[in-house]
Structure formats: C-alpha cells, structure tokens
C-alpha cells in the first residue's frame, strides 16, 4: 500500500537535492514548524537568508518544496512549504549504474549522521533541559530473527504506529507540546 504523503523518490538528480546538510534540515525545520518565510528559516537554522535562498531554489528545482503565495501579506514576501510529508528511497533502486548508487549511498549516509547528530545533541544538552523529560525519553533494541518480508511487516507496523501519532490531533489541554525526534532502523546485523 502506497501513502501519497510519502513520496518514494527513484531519481537519483532528486536524492542529490536531498543530500545536503542544510537541505536536509530545512526540510525537518518545515516538517516541525509548517509553511515558512525564508526569514523564518533563515532564524531557525541560523544561516544567511540568501544561502537559504539558495537551497530552497535546489528543493524546488527537485519538487521537495514548493511555494506557498497565498500565505504571503505582500509581493515581497515569499513562503514555502513541503510538497510531501516525507521521502524515502530503496538502496535497490540505485543498483543499476555506479553513480547513481554512490548518490543512495551518500543520501543514506547523511541522513544516518542528521539521526546519530539528533541524538547525541539530547544527550549533550545541560541537566536542567534533562530534568525537564525525567521519563519520556527513550531509546531501545531489540535482536529478532526475522525473514525480509517479516522485517517488511514490523516496518510498516512501526511507520503505521509512528503514523497515527504524528497525525493525531493534537489535544487543546494547555499543555506545553515540544517537537520531539523519534526513529528507528531495522535492518540485518552481525552481533
């Protein structure tokens, strides 16, 4: 089953796009925050607007992102959202041609450093933004013996569960809700 809000991307000129540090970020920062001005993004990843500028044109230019004009108040103002909630490509659709294979494998790479980096940055943080989640956070593993398309069903267990969390509506209590970053890998290892 296919999810129209998760774009399966088979270009390799499209997972170029993606692989970049800051584009990968800019996407994130999207996916938390909603449609935004390039000043807005320019704030939240600390960047220089027209180098932000920049790498917006890029995901346009990969239909990643797209413009948004009826947000804007005037001409000048220009607003950009995500054209699908996420991405995800297969290593096995790459295989064909050693380039396109070297762009998977460098789109894999990073977004497995931008995880890792993700992680690590919680962990590093001062005690009192620690005590500030005294129970919520959470890391697990688990080793199964599993045949490819069991680990394809947990998969889509797990993205289904992920899913439904994610598009929940979000509960009017007063409580103060905070972007949180979850992910897990699943995949065959050598203990």
């Not at 005690?127 to 890391?139: I, K, L, T």
Request: hydrophobic share 40%; glycine share 4%.
């Amino acid at each position: 089953m296919t999810n129209p809000e998760v774009r399966q991307i088979t270009d390799s000129r499209v997972l170029a796009a993606l692989s970049h540090p800051l584009r990968r970020r800019l996407m994130d920062v999207l996916k938390v925050h909603g449609p935004s001005t390039v000043g807005q993004l320019a704030e939240r990843t600390d960047q220089a607007p027209a180098n932000v500028s920049h790498h917006l044109r890029v995901l346009a230019g990969a239909e990643l992102l797209e413009e948004a004009p009826e947000l804007a108040r005037d001409r000048r103002e220009r607003w950009w959202r995500l054209v699908s909630r996420a991405v995800r490509w297969s290593q096995s659709d790459f295989d064909a041609d050693p380039a396109t294979r070297a762009v998977a494998d460098a789109a894999t790479s990073l977004n497995l450093d931008r995880h890792v980096a993700l992680a690590r940055a919680w962990h590093a943080t001062d005690e009192a933004s620690q005590a500030a989640w005294p129970a919520g956070p959470f890391s697990t593993d688990r080793w199964l013996h599993l045949t490819d398309e069991e680990l394809a069903e947990l998969g889509r267990e797990v993205n289904d569960l992920l899913a439904r969390w994610a598009d929940r509506e979000v509960p009017d209590d007063g409580r103060k809700r905070e972007p949180v970053f979850l992910f897990a890998y699943g995949i065959p290892a050598t203990p």
